[in-house]
């Protein structure tokens, strides 16, 4: 009986300890932009090599859909940090949602528009008289400046049309050329047997008109009160890049495990892996610097999104983005 009662304290002692353990972490909520892919492999390797844990940091991925805005689950507090376009994020800002840029972790534009090489549409300008299709809804933006750049009205010189969220118009040969992400759409296009050198694609970065994509952002009043536990988020976030970029395999598995049940393939998500890590970690670009946030090209994407109306006002750049939260994660 002796026993019996010294193991049952001793047990109660464990899962006092143990409860004590899990309440040392601090919860923090990411709302992803999308369903879980491999556009967000970092941050599913980084929860599932304990990186997240390692800092102290129980860690909630929430999944993204068609109805759900990163901007506004941010802003009213039901997640802590979002991601997000930077085209998507500056008219929130604009309209007084409490929010700033803290990284960004896609360096370029993942945006091309891809045409049949039958439809003769070589370079940007043989785009005139084309049918042009984009998803609309704050994606357009990159492409509007597309057409300004080569003296093109949307709605004369060309056919500027909403393109649904699969590749059917494309396929079926409704469209002439088409918005395509190189991590998704355009291997869906290759997936259905087209070879690339039947191909022409025309790549908004060599056009100069690309606009950043996904980036990091926080609540401004809980980051006031949490910056290091932001830092924390940012470096263990790092690290679950760096290794998703040198371990495609590894980072799929682990983005498998959250999209069980969905209707992606680990095929499928490989192929995406592999051009989300051109976005991430560039030719050139230094793995070190993953998260940092371009000055010019910050810009360039505030000074379109004001071009195009995205903005009603020149952003405040100050106000929009910050680097404070990378450099206490780099230990700056």
């Known amino acids: 009986m002796a026993l019996s009662l010294l193991l049952a304290a001793c047990s109660k002692d464990n899962e006092s300890s143990a409860?004590?353990?899990?309440?040392?972490?601090?919860?923090?909520?990411l709302q992803l932009k999308w369903v879980p892919q491999a556009q967000f492999?970092?941050?599913?390797?980084?929860?599932?090599?304990?990186?997240f844990k390692d800092e102290g940091l129980d860690v909630t991925i929430v999944p993204g859909g068609p109805d759900i805005v990163p901007e506004q689950q941010?802003?009213?507090g039901a997640a802590n940090i979002g991601i997000g376009w930077v085209a998507s994020l500056l008219p929130h800002q604009e309209q007084g949602l409490p929010l700033v840029q803290i990284a960004q972790m896609y360096q370029k534009s993942g945006l091309l528009l891809v045409s049949k090489k039958e439809k003769g549409i070589q370079t940007a300008e043989d785009l005139a008289g084309k049918k042009v299709?984009?998803?609309?809804?704050?994606?357009?933006?990159?492409?509007?400046?597309?057409?300004?750049?080569?003296?093109?009205?949307?709605?004369?010189?060309?056919?500027?049309?909403?393109?649904g969220f699969t590749?059917?118009?494309?396929?079926?040969g409704d469209l002439d050329a088409a918005s395509a992400m190189t991590y998704n759409e355009y291997q869906v296009v290759l997936e259905e047997g087209i070879s690339e050198s039947d191909l022409n694609v025309i790549d908004m970065n060599d056009e100069g008109v690309a606009m950043l994509e996904d980036n990091l952002f926080a609540n401004k009043e809980w980051l006031s009160e949490n910056k290091e536990v932001a830092a924390k988020f940012l470096r263990a976030s790092i690290k679950g890049w760096k290794d998703a970029v040198e371990n495609q395999e590894f980072a799929v598995d682990a983005v498998m495990k959250a999209a069980e049940g969905g209707s992606t393939s680990k095929d499928h998500q490989l192929k995406m892996m592999s051009e989300v890590a051109k976005?991430?970690?560039?030719?050139?670009?230094?793995?070190?610097?993953?998260?940092?946030?371009?000055?010019?090209?910050f810009k360039q994407t505030a000074d379109i999104a004001h071009e195009f109306g995205v903005i009603e006002k020149p952003a405040n750049l100050d106000d929009a983005y910050t680097h404070e939260i990378l450099e206490m994660a780099a230990g700056k």
């Open 74 to 76: 941010v802003s009213n």
């Open 279 to 297: 976005l991430v970690v560039p030719e050139g670009f230094d793995a070190d610097k993953i998260g940092a946030i371009d000055d010019a090209m």
């Open 167 to 172: 590749m059917d118009q494309f396929l079926g």
């Open 19 to 29: 409860g004590t353990s899990s309440e040392k972490l601090t919860p923090i909520k």
């Open 133 to 163: 299709g984009n998803w609309m809804g704050g994606n357009e933006f990159e492409l509007l400046a597309l057409f300004d750049k080569y003296g093109y009205d949307q709605n004369k010189d060309l056919s500027f049309v909403k393109q």
């Open 41 to 51: 492999a970092g941050y599913f390797v980084a929860m599932e090599k304990g990186y």
